[in-house]
């Protein structure tokens, strides 16, 4: 399975945009990209989930060049309320079978200050 | 409900009790897995499900924890002989099949806080 990397922390500012980078050099050809965030004494809650190039929905892009040997979560003009862990995680589209262990890292602890 | 149980919420034990841990899926999901998160960490994968048998058990860290579900809806975490290592948050999550990998995404529970004392 392969591993992720990102940075422990990242701090930023209400209003700018966030950028937060996640390793996966061994990524496997089946293997999707997966971004969750985490708040206090919460679950894991789904971001976005992409493959290749570019993915876009309401609240963040993904960004995944051609080697897929990395990945960029894009936070617009980030507020208060997006304080949070974020996870990089990837996995097959068959993970649900012999992969089925989703590997979680430490994530990303983003703080966002006024 | 719309999204994933997990009773109880919090769960204080002694050590050496016997402990379950309850996970109320979505509706309609197939799969579902079992996270152990401690404080600092990420969450730690113990045991995922498709349908009514364990797919892979893989993460389960001794033989003192076992999970079953046994109707391929809720499934019950059974954690033997208690011990203070065991003081996590222990998180559930469904997904609509196992193609979730590909095209989908793993919906959480807000966990079920385990302390062993």
Known sequence: LAKTTQPISMDSYEGQEVNITCSHNNIATNDYITWYQQFPSQGPRFIIQGYKTKVTNEVASLFIPADRKSSTLSLPRVSLSDTAVYYCLVGGPNYGGSQGNLIFGKGTKLSVKP | ?117
């Open chain 2, 1 to 117: 409900g719309a999204g994933v149980s997990q009773t109880p919420s919090n769960k204080v034990t002694e050590k050496g009790k016997y402990v379950e841990l309850r996970c109320d899926p979505i509706s309609g999901h197939t799969a579902l897995y079992w996270y152990r998160q401690s404080l600092g960490q990420g969450p730690e994968f113990l045991i995922y499900f498709q349908g009514t048998g364990a797919a892979d058990d893989s993460g389960l860290p001794n033989d003192r924890f076992f999970a079953v579900r046994p109707e391929g809806s809720v499934s019950t975490l059974k954690i033997q002989r208690t011990e203070r290592g065991d003081s996590a948050v222990y998180l559930c999550a469904s997904s609509l099949n196992s193609l979730a990998g590909g095209s989908g995404e793993l919906f959480f529970g807000e966990g079920s806080r385990l302390t062993v004392l």
